[in-house]
């Protein structure tokens, strides 16, 4: 009888040793890429923009240099000239999965990614003059931003 009982308490804690083992695979973290890494070099299409064939306004983020590009084209960029200029992305407060988030100051311009990553929409907010304040609507773009 106490054999029986050492087996069965031996084969409990046998048991219970190979039921809460954990498994190292399971404990790794699955790293989400931030906004700008995961959106870098993707152009983006304002939604409001004219007829591409007279006119198209483009922006691009780059995670490298933490900057944005923006590109307004005239002939919707298949022949016109470009007016290329690249801001600095400096009073980053956010930088999540599908949102990023610059503030300074009463100012702040919210960048959020929806719909799979084909839309984004751009919220610009000034505590101290809310007339100024605008929503702008993007659209993922295959055109080039030809910015050299």
């Given at each position: 009888m106490i054999k029986k009982t050492v087996l069965l308490n031996l084969l409990f804690m046998v048991v219970f040793a190979f039921g809460c083992s954990s498994n190292e695979d399971d404990n790794e973290t699955?790293?989400?890429?931030?906004f700008l890494e995961k959106?870098?070099?993707?152009?983006?299409?304002?939604d409001s923009t004219d007829s591409l064939d007279t006119y198209a306004y483009?922006?691009?983020?780059?995670n490298t240099s933490k900057s944005l590009v923006s590109n307004e084209m005239s002939d919707g960029g298949t022949s016109g000239p470009s007016n290329c200029d690249t801001e600095s992305?400096?009073?980053?407060?956010?930088?999540t999965e599908d949102t990023f988030v610059q503030s300074i100051g009463t100012e702040s311009r919210t960048y959020t990614v929806t719909n799979l990553g084909k839309s984004l929409r751009v919220k610009s907010v000034d505590t101290s003059d809310p007339s100024l304040d605008e929503i702008s609507y993007y659209s993922r773009s295959s055109l080039s931003m030809d910015c050299n």
């Open positions: 699955i790293e989400t890429q931030t959106y870098d070099g993707v152009v983006w299409l304002e483009l922006i691009q983020f780059l992305l400096p009073y980053i407060t956010e930088n």
